[in-house]
């Protein structure tokens, strides 16, 4: 897959590139970490909210146009699909001891069941922070950048 191209995502460095195929894996990979359940239907929804959000401006997030966005390229209905990435971060609280690995990065003694609005904003923090320490573990150059919308 191509790379994304334009500026990079909080300009955390100008000489880091991550492929869209990379990225995936990584968003992936870091919503089971959090402990969001991938065998939910929300799952899949909210890592596309995920991908688009990252991809974003913070200020221009709003859930409800993600939940549009994301619903319209799936083939479903936003409320359902608002259903199923809320049954997913309910569930997955209550399963996962409180989203245990957020807490602990945020320096939360524990957090209450967070909206999707407040999931979608600690899981793109987390993510943006470990992938600003692995770039700057890292000698390979590597980018990070936002998609043309």
């Given at each position: ?88 971060v309910t ?8 989203f245990a ?49």
């Amino acid at each position: 897959m191509e790379n994304l191209q334009t500026e990079n995502i909080l300009n955390l460095r100008d000489d880091i590139v991550i492929s869209e195929a990379e990225l995936r894996h990584i968003v992936t990979s870091e919503m089971i970490r959090v402990g969001l359940m991938p065998s939910l239907t929300g799952f899949r929804y909210f890592k596309e909210m995920v991908l688009i959000s990252l991809q974003q401006k913070y200020g221009d997030l709003k859930t409800m146009a993600l939940y549009a966005a994301v619903a319209e390229s799936f083939g479903v209905r936003s409320d359902a699909l608002e259903r199923s990435v809320r049954t997913l971060v309910t569930s997955s609280f209550y399963t996962s001891n409180g989203f245990a690995i957020l807490s602990k990065f945020f320096g939360f003694s524990s957090i209450e069941l967070p909206s999707v609005g407040q999931t979608l904003t600690l899981l793109n923090e987390y993510i943006l922070f470990n992938l600003f320490e692995q770039s700057i573990d890292n000698s390979d150059k590597r980018i990070f950048t936002r998609a043309n919308r």
